[in-house]
């Protein structure tokens, strides 16, 4: 089959491109091109209905699908794996992340490979966590209360430098489970720690019985049955 | 048909403070100062901005999109653009195209085209990175389409399910085969999708291997009672596309499949994005 660029037949196809696609400039630079996409609308319109944007009838939903497995395809694709590395799980999931005075959990998916834990963010095509699996040196599994009545499971580990990376995921206790089987079939020993969970837990945590919080500026502070 | 552009070259205001702009057709792959002549947007000069080894190929202008409520001259605006990239291109091989109407200003010292440059050395890196993805390559439209009459038709021939629905009705006092002529339709709607999604998954993984690169676009309404089920942009080496050409020809010559091939194309599809 050879491809046709005859001027007429393919006009929507040239239209499609140099209208919404090309080199994008992200620059205060560029002056404002707000009557763009009205001249793309119209022009196309004009061409005798060959087609709408909007109206894609019956095949809509499918479309989506369709182009949803795609870019999940392509993603899965995105992250770099080591020579030989498998993944033996994979899963969402995310990180406590803390610099300074900033803390968040970090969303992405959860690779547990053959050789390694990542947390890669596929939109931003980015690693935001990693350790080879014999930097592991123990793990426990922490239940935290959480203010919708139901438990929720962190999976903590420590690590060779003495870091502790607090990780949830979809289904924690079976990433704990994976991740268990995966350092026994390296030969890896590691230690249960009962006792990183009460690292650090002060923020996260709501005040017990007869514990009151103070506001002075940004910094909360709990104070023990402390009375008016 | 073609389509000429008649329009005059835009008359500059008399006011001194007029801002002045460059409008850019492409990035090109060659760090030459060149005139090209009068052949852009309404017969204005178009000559290259060089930085390094690459250039910006662009033409002087108000600091004003072009706007018309003209579809002809918009029409032919359009074309002039794409006739300019279609020189860059042919003249250096690899060019990085952008969407029509777009207009540096130059507020700063220097103007537009000190801006310009200015840009193209911030993004050296970048447009450079892009120049390589692209280099020799050109874009390929892929779109097939199918009679869904044609597969609602072997679907009720094949799926037991749905011709036993089929026989079912005609049994029905006619009240209750409406309401069985409703189920029915789902059923062979859901049927179609999957499919289509079966087709989508399949043709995707056979053409996916002639390709350097696929984007997959959105789906868009066809003519003559066809359905488009899928619309790919493939990067494939320009003039290289045989195999890729073969392989639609399969898809092309299923029962109720039709395949538009369309291109080269300058690779718009893949020079978007950080």
């Not at chain 1, 959480?146 to 430098?161: F, I, P, Q, V």
């Not at chain 1, 268990?180 to 890896?188: C, P, R």
């Amino acid at each position: 089959m050879e491809p046709t660029r005859n001027s007429h037949a393919t006009l929507v196809d040239l239209l499609d491109r140099i209208l919404d696609k090309g080199l994008v400039i992200y620059a205060d630079l560029i002056i404002s091109l707000a009557g763009v996409p009205l001249i793309g609308v119209n022009l196309r319109a004009a061409l005798a209905g060959m087609e709408t944007m909007l109206n894609y009838g019956l095949m809509k939903e499918w479309d989506e699908r369709t182009r949803a497995w795609e870019s999940e395809h392509r993603r899965e694709k995105a992250m770099v794996l080591l020579s030989g590395e498998e993944i033996v799980l994979e899963m969402l999931g995310s990180y406590y992340y803390s610099e300074g005075i900033y803390t968040a959990w970090r969303m992405g998916r959860i690779y547990l490979t053959d050789s390694r834990l990542i947390l890669y963010h596929p939109s931003f095509e980015q690693v935001l966590f990693e350790t080879p699996l014999a930097k592991i040196k123990g793990m426990t599994l922490e239940r935290q209360a959480r203010s919708t009545g139901k438990d929720t499971e962190n999976l903590c580990l420590l690590l060779e430098a003495g870091d502790i990376v607090r990780l949830h995921a979809l289904d924690t206790p079976r990433l704990e489970e994976a991740l268990e089987q995966g350092l026994t079939m390296l030969g890896l020993t590691w230690q249960e720690v009962p006792n990183l969970a009460l690292h650090d837990e002060r923020s996260a945590s709501f005040p017990g019985d007869g514990k009151e919080v103070t506001c002075r500026g940004l910094l909360c502070e709990e104070y023990q049955g402390r009375e008016r | 048909m073609q389509y000429v552009d008649k329009t005059e070259v835009t008359p500059r205001a008399e006011t001194a403070v007029e801002e002045e702009g460059r409008y850019l057709y492409c990035i090109a792959d060659a760090g030459e100062s060149v005139r090209l002549g009068e052949i852009g947007i309404a017969g204005n000069e178009v000559y290259t901005i060089p930085y390094k080894n690459i250039c910006a190929v662009v033409h002087n202008c108000p600091a004003q999109p072009y706007q018309s409520d003209d579809q002809e001259i918009v029409k032919a605006w359009v074309m002039t653009h794409q006739k300019v990239v279609d020189t860059a291109w042919d003249m250096w091989g690899t060019v990085l195209p952008l969407s029509f109407d777009t207009i540096i200003r130059g507020e700063s010292e220097g103007g537009s085209e000190r801006n310009v440059q200015d840009w193209l050395e911030q993004e050296y890196q970048g447009l450079t990175g892009k120049i390589e993805k692209v280099r020799g390559k050109a874009e390929y439209g892929v779109q097939v389409f199918w009679d869904p009459k044609l597969v609602a038709q072997n679907l009720t021939e094949t799926s037991p399910e749905i011709r036993e629905l089929d026989e079912e009705i005609r049994t029905k006092p006619k009240g209750l085969a409406y309401m069985y002529r409703q189920r029915l339709e789902n059923l062979i709607k859901r049927e179609i999708e999957t499919k289509a999604d079966e087709c989508f998954k399949d043709f995707y993984s056979r053409i996916r291997k002639h390709a350097d690169d696929i984007r997959v676009e959105k789906t868009k309404k066809a003519e003559q009672g066809l359905q488009m089920i899928m619309n790919l942009s493939c990067l494939v080496h320009r003039g290289k596309y045989t195999e890729l050409g073969e392989e639609l020809d399969k898809i092309n010559r299923t029962e109720g499949f039709s395949v538009r091939f369309t291109g080269p194309w300058p690779p718009y599809s893949f020079v978007g994005g950080a």
